[in-house]
């Protein structure tokens, strides 16, 4: 009988690398070659012994072993104990893919390092981890194998359950978790088979192939739009509900405002102030007031709700907020950072109740020109609540309640507007996709929302007040120290990526300067200009957002790129970004010259704050995914006309027009040529007959499969 062979999977302490080093180890006084070593591990095939052969030259480039003899090499106890040098080990992030391979996206922003299925050692999608670097062979990437998990990125996995009588396999939702978990019967929890459900791993032992898990929640039957949504929450590890303590502090609080409160702030109300946001928005934190001053100038008073009056260091509600991070913003749904007693309650700036609000007050011309400026605590009393579809009514048609205000509003907001892109700020108008929904969340309708006058007024405002309370604190004189703050920073774009992007609208027929940063930033807008309607524009927008750097939260300011501003923050909207929260205690702080604070502690904050954000938006766009993909559910068959909006080598991405439901037109599925992948141009080629399919192009398509639980979308050509 021969060897068994020995499994070359590890969790982070049992890896192939160390697999190889320990048999030198034991066998200090023995040399072996590449074959001896692979008849120990009972390995037959070539592609194993030339990893094995291709470790051993590294280990001995690294001193951990010896050369005895021509070939041969033993353990050398003289030199390092590990292989840890700067070339052979990095840090990195797993992109994990599918079929099992990854790719580590290293911390030094170096090339990233492949990895083959064999040689991932347990880990996942997301984990930070360090990744050992095989010497370089000619023509190939750089190619590793993972030796620790340095920190996991997911702590729960949500997918259906498939039982028999003794064990059941979770079968996960994501398309980036290469195995099922195996669920022992005794850790169901009550899950039925076919349910959805949240499970997470308990343990990996090395020679297993799937990790063992156990149930924490039963979501319910699939397909039902509840247990959709909090698949998604759940699938980005986002708490699913509020702690009893955070809740029952919550409740705690009085309706009434105490009137020494409002002895201590400066009194707004009974100067005209508005709110403007979606019409099915459910918080309003921003208000916007406006005072004709004696002098001809206008006081325009940015009003947020004052959320760390009612949210304190160190309580239940403020230790749950710092964990979500963010509010997250799903189809038909919102998920708060705070208690719905506070964030569409207490905080929330309702029309005709009095409300505590921290405030930045400007005194401006008819320019917008800047005079003076103020920030404190204040009380407010919105006179009306407007929604964006009213203001834009009111700007088009100059009739209707408060005209005159949303008029000088609107001039102002376009004058700093103007300011803004002069000064080289890129206009990002990304349209946003909507849905009409039944009762049961099921959509009836789809819309495209884009940002027009009334939208941009409100938001003009907002980077106004966070642009200059980031002056406010940010700018230091000589030789004082700079104060610890939160800024929302973004960075240059990679030059190479830059430069990439530039060559790819070139081949589409458009033209970017980059020579400067502003004639980067006004082509950049007019680019966004011309394809606005176009079966290019999804791709370009997500293509250059891709290349630009991402906006990220921290104490280092760098100032931001894209906004053309040297400070900026966010100070707008705490109901829904903990990092606001901060900025407002920092604010206050700073105003009435309490002592300073530990700038680490910030930082860390300010990290897992930009994280949360991340997953938020994940979270958003799977959700429309999933509605999009059950809109379409009762399409199939149907027939729709369509724009390319990429390609692929596996096939054709294409956009309905009117809703953005993108599908795939699959190679194999179009039988009359073979069709081939010309990446330059970005266009299908047929071999035989010269059909393109090319980025932008019009077609019409008939929606052939659709797969609910993936979020995807097959179609088929009509030609």
Not at 118 to 139: E, I, M, Q, S, Y
Not at 211 to 234: D, T, W
Not at 706 to 711: C, F, N, Q, V
């Amino acid at each position: 009988m021969g060897k068994k062979k020995k499994s070359l999977i590890g969790n982070g302490k049992n890896t192939f690398v160390q697999t190889v080093l320990e048999i030198f180890k034991k066998n200090p006084a023995s040399s072996f070659n590449y074959k001896q070593i692979a008849a120990r591990l009972g390995i037959n095939d070539r592609a194993t012994k030339d990893l094995i052969r291709l470790i051993i030259e590294q280990l001995f480039m690294n001193k951990e072993l010896v050369q005895d003899k021509r070939g041969k090499y033993k353990i050398n106890y003289e030199g390092t104990n590990e292989v840890k040098t700067v070339k052979t080990l990095v840090a990195g992030k797993v992109d994990m893919k599918q079929t099992g391979k990854a790719y580590v996206i290293p911390e030094d922003k170096t090339e990233d390092v492949f990895v083959a299925a064999t040689n991932t050692n347990h880990a996942l999608h997301g984990d930070t981890v360090k990744v050992f670097l095989f010497p370089t062979r000619k023509g190939h990437k750089r190619e590793g194998e993972i030796t620790e998990i340095i920190q996991r990125n997911k702590k729960q996995f949500v997918g259906i359950i498939e039982t028999s009588k003794n064990f059941a396999f979770l079968s996960p939702d994501s398309t980036t978790m290469p195995v099922d978990l195996f669920i022992p019967v005794s850790k169901l929890k009550g899950a039925k088979n076919g349910q959805k459900v949240v499970a997470i791993i308990t343990e990996w032992p090395a020679q297993s192939a799937n990790p063992f898990g156990e149930v924490i929640q039963v979501l319910g039957k699939p397909g039902e739009n509840e247990v959709e949504m909090q698949s998604i929450l759940a699938e980005i590890d986002f708490p699913l509900c509020f702690s009893h303590a955070a809740e029952k502090e919550a409740s705690l609080f009085p309706e009434k405002i105490p009137d020494d409160e409002i002895k201590k702030r400066r009194d707004f109300r009974d100067i005209i102030t508005i709110t403007i946001d979606p019409e099915d928005a459910k918080d309003f934190d921003d208000a916007i007031s406006l005072k004709l001053l004696a002098n001809g100038h206008w006081e325009i008073g940015v009003h947020i709700a004052d959320v760390s009056y009612y949210v304190k260091p160190g309580s239940a509600i403020e230790k749950e907020a710092n964990e979500r991070g963010t509010s997250v913003y799903m189809v038909g749904r919102t998920i708060p950072m705070l208690p719905e007693r506070l964030s569409n309650g207490l905080c929330s700036l309702k029309q005709c109740e009095d409300r505590l609000c921290f405030s930045a007050v400007f005194e401006m011309d008819e320019n917008a020109r800047i005079y003076t400026e103020w920030y404190g605590k204040t009380v407010i009393n919105s006179n009306r609540r407007f929604s964006y579809e009213e203001v834009q009514s009111i700007i088009e048609s100059g009739r209707g309640e408060f005209v005159k205000e949303i008029s000088v509003f609107n001039s102002l907001a376009t004058k700093l507007r103007e300011i803004r892109f002069q000064k080289g700020s890129f206009n990002f108008e990304t349209q946003e996709v909507r849905f009409k929904l039944d009762e049961k969340g099921r959509p009836l309708s789809i819309f495209i929302r884009e940002m027009k006058e009334a939208n941009k007024l409100i938001e003009d405002f907002m980077l106004l007040a966070n642009r200059m309370v980031a002056e406010r604190i940010g700018r230091k004189k000589e030789n004082q120290p700079a104060k610890t703050f939160v800024y929302r920073v973004h960075d240059t774009p990679n030059p190479e990526k830059l430069e990439t992007f530039t060559q790819f609208v070139e081949r589409l027929g458009f033209k970017l300067k980059i020579t400067t940063k502003k004639s980067l930033a006004e082509s950049f807008n007019k680019l966004f200009h011309d394809i606005r309607g176009t079966g290019t524009e999804n791709m370009i927008e997500t293509i250059a957002i891709r290349t630009m750097s991402k906006a990220y939260y921290t104490t280092n300011n760098i100032g931001h790129y894209g906004l053309a501003f040297p400070f900026y923050t966010h100070f707008t909207s705490p109901i829904r970004r903990y990092p606001d929260l901060m900025v407002h205690r920092l604010l206050f702080n700073y105003l009435h010259d309490t002592p300073g604070v530990q700038k680490e502690e910030f930082e860390l904050k300010c990290e897992h704050a930009s994280e949360m954000e991340r997953r938020a938006v994940d979270a958003e766009r799977m959700s429309v995914k999933y509605k999009q993909a059950e809109y379409m559910l009762d399409k199939v068959g149907q027939e729709f006309d369509a724009l390319i909006s990429g390609v692929s080598k596996w096939g054709i991405f294409a956009e309905i027009t009117g809703t953005k439901c993108e599908g795939m037109i699959r190679l194999r599925d179009l039988e009359d040529d073979y069709y081939f992948l010309d990446e330059e141009n970005y266009q299908i080629i047929g071999q035989r007959h010269g059909h393109r399919f090319k980025l932008g192009d019009k077609l019409k398509i008939r929606v052939k499969r659709i797969d609910l639980a993936r979020k995807q979308m097959d179609y088929d050509w009509v030609s």
